[in-house]
């Protein structure tokens, strides 16, 4: 064991700190948004990659998960998440890409729906997780502490569209119980929250060619969406959903039927449109902590069996020791 009593209680402590102190940001004057026009989108036909897909690569590539070999399956799982052999799957979300371009046929249209995290303004994830790795920033985006992170996959659990990807092998859990404990590390898109904190644009936003993204301060790409789905009869998806989010889209068809043909092709990620929020309210810290508490309960119980156990075993040899 690498890992002394002192030690795991020490970084217990720190946990349930993060457990039940606040960490969501709430908005302020500069909360932003982006508007994703479908009506504009080709899927970047001709392109090897899709621009927003490879600026997306290109901006987050220090940040990819870099798994430790051989992944031990976790009690009490006997499997894990690994994604580290797909690293180039450009046509979904995982741990290594966080945003992807959805192909539909609806309506004898072709159209093309990057994808990624909404962005909610009232996000399950951020007030589900029982340590406190997510959080909402001031910006209105949702991120993910890579470092803090057990990969518990609570935030996908509870996510209405499970953006949110897992990769075992990385993560705090190898420091604590590898094989009691965690899943490795969740990853989504962040809104590249380092660029708009210094008043940059998004990547993906940067690179396509076509406007189909649209990124500023939310009231103005809230007003832009109205009227431009009121002047040229659009849909608005985004709006409503999860109590309202920071990504709106734009469709000439309804959304109702783009989720319809999702659910028909057994699409990975849907666009369900009736989507009530689950966490409208705060959740209470203190049944925060309750979580946290009765989780590191669990691992400290494990914890102390397998340091005593440690212990025994090095009395044991010194016994034997002495009888020679």
Known sequence: MKLTRRQFFELGGCLLGAAII???????????????DITRCDGCQGEEIPLCVKACREENKQRFPNPKKPILPYWPRKNYEDWSDKKELITTLTPYNWIFVQKVEVEGKTLYLPRRC??????????????????????????????????????????????????????????????????????KCDLCDSRIKKGEIPACVIACKNQVFYFGERKEVYQMAYERAKKEGLYIYGDKQNGGTSTLYLSPVPFERIDQYLVQTKARFRMPVNIPNRYHQEINPIGKGMVA????????????????RSQDDSKQKEVDRDEE
């Open 118 to 187: 909404m962005h909610c303004d009232s996000p399950p994830c951020v007030k589900g997780c029982p340590f406190g790795a997510l959080t909402r920033q001031p910006e209105g985006n949702s991120v993910i502490d890579h470092n803090l992170c057990f990969g518990g996959a609570k935030c996908r659990d509870v996510c209405p569209w499970h953006i949110p990807q897992r990769q075992a092998g990385v993560g705090l859990y190898l420091k604590l119980l590898p094989k009691y404990a965690g899943g490795g590390v969740m990853y």
């Open 293 to 308: 508490t009765a989780v590191l309960s669990s691992l400290a119980g494990i914890a102390g069996a397998l340091i005593n």
């Open 22 to 36: 606040p960490r969501e940001s709430y908005a302020n004057a500069k909360k932003y948004a982006t508007l994703i």
